[in-house]
Nanobody, 127 residues
Framework: QVQLVESGGGLVQPGGSLRLSCAAS????????IGWFRQAPGKEREGISC????????YYADSVKGRFTISRDNAKNTVFLLMASLQPEAPAVYSC????????????????????WGQGTQVTVSS
């Protein structure tokens, strides 16, 4: 059974950084695109970044562009999301998910376009 496990969340001060990890098991992560979403209480799940499995192309939502960096280490079967210059906001759960639909010309923004999800990791930006 495909499994994705996120880690690295926590409490960080405004302006600080966190690196989230999405570790895959029971499948070869390098064959698939992996996206990151976040969801705050009472809000819709928001797609924020995605990385291709084939050529490493990346996508960033405008809300995180220039501050977040997505990367992958296929040898470790893990995708990372480095978040810098974090802004104070309501706590959110960050989740990674697998999709077969991402390409350099198409970003699957709907959660319904993702087949498998991790359990999520909470990030709180507060002083």
């Amino acid at each position: 059974q495909v499994q994705l496990v996120e880690s690295g969340g926590g409490l960080v001060q405004p302006g600080g950084s966190l690196r989230l990890s999405c570790a895959a098991s029971r499948f070869t992560l390098g064959y698939y695109a992996i996206g990151w979403f976040r969801q705050a209480p009472g809000k819709e799940r928001e797609g924020i970044s995605c990385i291709s499995g084939s050529d490493g192309s990346t996508y960033y939502a405008d809300s995180v562009k220039g501050r977040f960096t997505i990367s992958r280490d296929n040898a470790k079967n893990t995708v990372f999301l480095l978040m810098a210059s974090l802004q104070p906001e309501a706590p959110a759960v960050y989740s990674c998910a697998l999709t077969r639909r991402y390409s350099g010309s198409y970003y699957p923004s709907s959660p319904h376009e993702y087949a498998y999800w991790g359990q999520g990791t909470q990030v709180t930006v507060s002083s």
